[in-house]
């Protein structure tokens, strides 16, 4: 007896090699068909959802914030700033009142205690709304959207409160955020509207060109689109330049393969159904395969001198939140 379990069939056929016809289902690589209208119905229902969710969590994400270290972005020269920079000797006209006399007093010449100067950077956030980031495994967990949605306006709270300028970035460019009471509100209203106006078979990763140069773009996605897509675009976004920090986010049963017996999967993105008989033998291979990509992603965003951090949403977000934040605070 079957069963149906509405997991992308993407990782599937990537991971297990099925990139022919299973189980007398159609498939072709080459075909783009529109999405079926009840895949953009629930689209629509998922978006009207996040939307009754939105203010639980941007309670969440400041709540989350509030734990995290401030951080600064020292940019290595003299300037206006609170961090102790050098001191150098006074100059002929030196107003007085930047004399160091402390110092002074200790040689036999005049110096001037210079800081460091601060400068707020542009971040921009992008969000993976394609159809696979709208499924989860089970009631008791939050769907991989929902997860994201929360990762980044918890890193945008943070960087807002250091007093950086967060951005948002759809595949038009980018937004022109809704009024609110505040930025923090801002983008998760922005957020919100991108959702409501997405389609399943929108693009998981942001175009190249849309970025400005010498940008830090903060991107969620579960990475379920072709390696070829990913690895195109961090190296793009690498010869902008652009610095990108992803986060992959995915639900467990993408990494254990729980299931048993003759199983169906059903597409998310309109891929053709997948059926399986005794699916539990594949667990060995399918983790291994899994383990994998994950060092393929690791390999290849490094390369770029890009970041990434993983995040399964049965774990809790602060220890991914936590890296997050260490690879944006290091000086580069």
């Known amino acids: 007896m079957s069963r149906f379990r509405p997991i992308p069939t993407t990782l599937l056929r990537r991971f297990l090699g099925r990139d022919q016809p299973v189980a007398g289902a159609p498939f072709s690589p080459a075909a783009t068909p529109s999405p079926p209208v009840s895949a953009t119905a629930d689209m629509a229902c998922a978006a009207q959802t996040l939307a009754t969710r939105l ?160 940008a830090r773009l903060l991107l969620a996605s579960d990475l379920l689109c072709p390696d070829t897509h990913i690895h195109d675009c961090l190296h793009q976004l690498a010869a902008h330049p652009a610095r990108a920090y992803v986060l992959h986010v995915s639900d467990p049963a993408e990494s254990t393969l729980p299931y048993t017996g003759r199983t169906e999967f059903c597409g998310l993105e309109h891929e053709p159904p997948l059926e399986l008989p005794h699916v539990q033998s594949l667990r060995t291979d399918y983790a291994a395969l899994v383990a994998a990509r994950s060092q393929w992603l690791e390999q290849t965003t490094g390369h770029c001198g890009h970041t990434l951090a993983h995040h399964q949403t049965d774990q809790s977000p602060l220890p991914t939140l936590l890296a997050l934040h260490a690879q944006m605070s290091q000086r580069v």
């Open 55 to 214: 203010p639980d969590l941007l309670l969440h994400a400041s709540h989350i914030a509030t734990t995290l270290a401030a951080g600064r972005h020292p940019q290595r020269r003299a300037g206006w700033g609170d961090t102790f920079w050098q001191y150098r000797p006074a100059q002929p006209g030196e107003p007085v009142n930047r004399i160091d006399w402390r110092q002074s007093a200790r040689t036999a010449r005049a110096h001037v205690r210079e800081t460091e100067a601060e400068a707020a950077q542009t971040v921009l956030l992008w969000c993976d709304f394609s159809g696979s980031m709208q499924w989860r495994s089970g009631h008791a967990l939050p769907g991989k959207l929902d997860r994201a949605i929360l990762l980044l306006l918890s890193m945008a709270a943070l960087l807002l409160r250091n007093g950086e300028r967060v951005l948002l970035l759809s595949p038009s460019g980018i937004v022109s955020l809704p009024p609110a009471p505040n930025a923090l509100e801002r983008l998760a209203l922005g957020l919100c509207e991108l959702a409501a106006n997405s389609s399943p078979m929108d693009a998981a990763l942001p175009p190249p060109a849309l970025v400005p140069r010498r």
